[in-house]
C-alpha cells in the first residue's frame, strides 16, 4: 500500500481505484486520447476528486490500489463508465474490451453475463438512451 494511500477514506479509495481502472483502459489499445483522458477527469470531477489528485492518477496509475465498490448500483455505474470510455474516440479496440471483461469480474460480475451486460451497455450508449435508464436497464438485466 502507498504511503498517499493509507489516508484516504474506503469511499476515496474507491472513486481513485475507480478512475485508475478508466486510466489503464483507456491505455489498453496503447494510446491514451485526449478525448478519453478528458472524459476520464470528467467522471473524476464529477466523482469529488481534485485535479491533483486526478492527474497523480495517470502519472502514477501503480500508486492507487484496487478497491471495488460494494454496492450493486455502483458496480454497474463503474462498468457503463468504463464503456463510456471506450466509445469516446469512436473506436472499440479488443483489448480494451477484453480489459472491460476482466474488470467486471474483478468487481463481481458472474462469468455468465459479463458478455451481455458489456454488448447490452455498448448499444444503449450507441443508441443514446440517457444514463439512468441505461443504468436502470443494466440492473434489471443482471437481477434477471
Do not use: W
Not at 502507498?2 to 472513486?15: C, H, I, Q, W, Y
Not at 483507456?26 to 469529488?48: N, P, R, V, W, Y
Not at 491533483?52 to 502514477?60: C, P, S
Amino acid at each position: 500500500m502507498n504511503l498517499l494511500e493509507l489516508f484516504d477514506s474506503r469511499d476515496k479509495k474507491k472513486r481513485l481505484s475507480h478512475i485508475r481502472n478508466l486510466v489503464a483502459l483507456a491505455c489498453s489499445d496503447g494510446t491514451l486520447e485526449k478525448s478519453e483522458m478528458d472524459l476520464i477527469f470528467q467522471i473524476g470531477i464529477k466523482s469529488g476528486l481534485t485535479q491533483d489528485e486526478l492527474r497523480r492518477i495517470f502519472v502514477r496509475p501503480e500508486s492507487i490500489g484496487f478497491h471495488p465498490p460494494e454496492s450493486f448500483r455502483e458496480r454497474i455505474e463503474q462498468l457503463y463508465d468504463m464503456v463510456m470510455v471506450m466509445m469516446v474516440n469512436g473506436e472499440l479496440h479488443q483489448n480494451e474490451i477484453a480489459l472491460c471483461k476482466i474488470t467486471a469480474l474483478k468487481l463481481g460480475f458472474k462469468t455468465g453475463i459479463i458478455d451481455k451486460m458489456v454488448h447490452d451497455t455498448i448499444d444503449l450508449i450507441a443508441r443514446g438512451i440517457a444514463a439512468d435508464i441505461a443504468l436502470s436497464r443494466l440492473m434489471d438485466l443482471v437481477e434477471d
